[in-house]
T-cell receptor, first 114, second 109 residues
Framework: NAGVMQNPRHLVRRRGQEARLRCSPM?????VYWYRQLPEEGLKFMVY????????ESGMPKERFSAEFPKEGPSILRIQQVVRGDSAAYFC????????????FGPGTRLLVL | QKEVEQDPGPLSVPEGAIVSLNCTYS??????FMWYRQYSRKGPELLMY????GNKEDGRFTAQVDKSSKYISLFIRDSQPSDSATYLC?????????FGTGTSLTVIP
């Protein structure tokens, strides 16, 4: 049973470009969460999605960031017009049910903005 | 005030020692508590999950939650060099998870 998959594992972008990060949840999981991790700051919640719905985006910056989880295909976190401050590790997690509490993380995408 | 506070360490112990990792939280609505282990440049790996107060044991790992004092603990018995990693605690009221900054642990052979 494959775990949470994320790609690419490493992404380099120049300032002003777009970054697109993909996450495929574990089989049977319909809840997806995106987190950002900066050194010394821990994991910061960004957004929680179910298929075709954004449930909680309270952690998402108001501009340039968007997320989707279509009926078919992976969840995508999109960052438009990237800036150097967007450089971080972005992790996706999935769970079978919200209240179950058990989130399983992917290996992360490390974004570097030059 | 952060939702979850965790001493970043670093913590160094000799092989075989008992390790105690601790977190405090501020949100009384937290019902679910987790501990994750994260190796360098890897994704967090779920170690322990507990619901409400109490203890949970899994092999060399024991998780404790004291909701009256808003205190979360993870104990590692007979620590091994392979336990060297960053340990993240997390709490949740039901949907959004709040993580501590992690404690870096090194177990010295």
């Amino acid at each position: 049973n494959a775990g949470v998959m994320q790609n690419p594992r490493h992404l380099v972008r120049r300032r002003g470009q777009e970054a697109r990060l993909r996450c495929s949840p574990m089989k049977g999981h319909s809840h997806v969460y995106w987190y950002r991790q900066l050194p010394e700051e821990g994991l910061k919640f960004m957004v929680y999605l179910q298929k075709e719905n954004i449930i909680d985006e309270s952690g998402m910056p108001k501009e340039r960031f968007s997320a989707e989880f279509p009926k078919e295909g992976p969840s995508i976190l999109r960052i438009q017009q990237v800036v150097r401050g967007d450089s971080a590790a972005y992790f996706c997690a999935s769970s079978a049910r919200t209240s179950e509490g058990t989130q399983y993380f992917g290996p992360g995408t490390r974004l570097l903005v030059l | 005030q952060k939702e979850v506070e965790q001493d970043p360490g670093p913590l160094s112990v000799p092989e075989g020692a008992i390790v105690s990792l601790n977190c405090t939280y501020s949100n009384s609505a937290f019902q679910y508590f987790m501990w994750y282990r994260q190796y360098s440049r890897k994704g967090p790996e779920l170690l322990m999950y507990t619901y409400s107060s109490g203890n949970k044991e899994d092999g060399r790992f024991t998780a404790q939650v004291d909701k009256s004092s808003k205190y979360i603990s993870l104990f590692i018995r007979d620590s091994q060099p392979s336990d060297s990693a960053t340990y993240l605690c997390a709490g949740s009221p039901g949907n959004q998870f709040y993580f501590g900054t992690g404690t870096s642990l090194t177990v010295i052979p």
